[in-house]
Nanobody
Framework: QVLLVESGGGLVQAGGSLRLSCAASGSHFTIDTMDWYRQAPGKQRELVAATTNSGSTNYADSVKGRFTISRDDAYNMVYLQMNSLKPEDTAVYYC????????????????WGQGTQVTVSS
């Protein structure tokens, strides 16, 4: 089982910055994609940013130019640097990791973190 632990959420004023971190732990696995999702009250969970093990990244239009996703494969970490935050960025942010186990039968896995609250005040 691959466990994810997120940190870095909090309360910030509009225009401020926060950095989210997510650590994956477990045994005998490799990671393909590492993503950040968010879910605001009364809304569906949406993809914010994604990165693959080839280094490619993808962002939601609403965060392009403000958020940056990065990963450290040596430590199984993924980060989300959030700048120029807006009140509409307020949500619970979730880390999502997809990969596979290295031991037979090398099954794929999808893991979610517990979520971290980000609140941006106007």
């Amino acid at each position: 089982q691959v466990l994810l632990v997120e940190s870095g959420g909090g309360l910030v004023q509009a225009g401020g910055s926060l950095r989210l971190s997510c650590a994956a732990s477990g045994s005998h696995f490799t990671i393909d994609t590492m993503d950040w999702y968010r879910q605001a009250p009364g809304k569906q969970r949406e993809l914010v940013a994604a990165t693959t093990n080839s280094g490619s990244t993808n962002y939601a239009d609403s965060v392009k130019g403000r958020f940056t996703i990065s990963r450290d494969d040596a430590y199984n970490m993924v980060y989300l640097q959030m700048n120029s935050l807006k009140p509409e960025d307020t949500a619970v942010y979730y880390c999502n990791v997809q990969g596979s186990y290295t031991r037979w039968p090398r099954a794929p896995f999808v893991s979610w973190g517990q979520g971290t609250q980000v609140t941006v005040s106007s």
